[in-house]
T-cell receptor, first 113, second 111 residues
């Protein structure tokens, strides 16, 4: 079984809809992250969480919110989806050592019409 | 100036050649450096990490770090068609809260 899973893997929604992307991990890592990837822009951090009670904004948090329901679960919500949120979304985890190697889920491809 | 810069490519090399991928970063206090490989439509996977100046070798891969020049590179020896992917450079500052990624370099290894 995959260590980091994301659901759904693909999603099509309409402008103005609220949607939630979910991430679960079995690696036992405390730190979890949400990124989006756009062609030519690489990975950009949306939100990160170092434990259940610690949530922090990343580089591009506007229009997004998150919930850390448990150590193993970290959800990303788009409150009112807009077309420029069409992207590939990745969840990642890390152990929290200074070296900070991150392990990525398979990604969720989101299309906002 | 972007925090982490990479040549977007595409970089094309023949099978068996050495592929050289480069990355520069702007934050002088950066401490940890990573190379990820990403196949089309897939998630990034870690290839190498490097924390000290010099070279670090792992099989066909060698990472090189020069903190004075704020430069990190990845060499792939005996390149194979299966190495064709986008390579992402990532930089983390010690005790900082996030990792910054470059936009990636697309590598094509031709048989």
């Amino acid at each position: 079984d995959a260590d980091v899973t994301q659901t759904p893997r693909n999603r099509i929604t309409k402008t103005g809809k609220r949607i939630m992307l979910e991430c679960s991990q079995t690696k036992g890592h405390d730190r979890m992250y949400w990124y989006r990837q756009d062609p030519g822009l690489g990975l950009r951090l949306i939100y990160y969480s170092f434990d259940v009670k610690d949530i922090n904004k990343g580089e591009i948090s506007d229009g997004y919110s998150v919930s850390r329901q448990a150590q193993a679960k970290f959800s990303l919500s788009l409150e009112s989806a807009i077309p420029n949120q069409t992207a590939l979304y990745f969840c990642a985890t890390s152990l929290g050592t200074p070296q900070e190697t991150q392990y990525f889920g398979p990604g969720t491809r989101l299309l906002v019409l | 100036q972007k925090e982490v810069e990479q040549n977007s490519g595409p970089l094309s090399v023949p099978e068996g050649a050495i592929a050289s991928l480069n990355c520069t970063y702007s934050d002088r206090v950066s401490q940890s450096f990573f190379w990820y490989r990403q196949y089309s439509g897939k998630s990034p996977e870690l290839i190498m990490s490097i924390y000290s100046n010099g070279d670090k070798e792992d099989g066909r891969f060698t990472a090189q770090l020069n903190k004075a020049s704020q430069y990190v590179s990845l060499l792939i020896r005996d390149s194979q068609p299966s190495d064709s992917a986008t390579y992402l450079c990532a930089v983390n500052v010690y005790n900082n809260n996030d990792m910054r990624f470059g936009a990636g370099t697309r590598l094509t290894v031709k048989p």
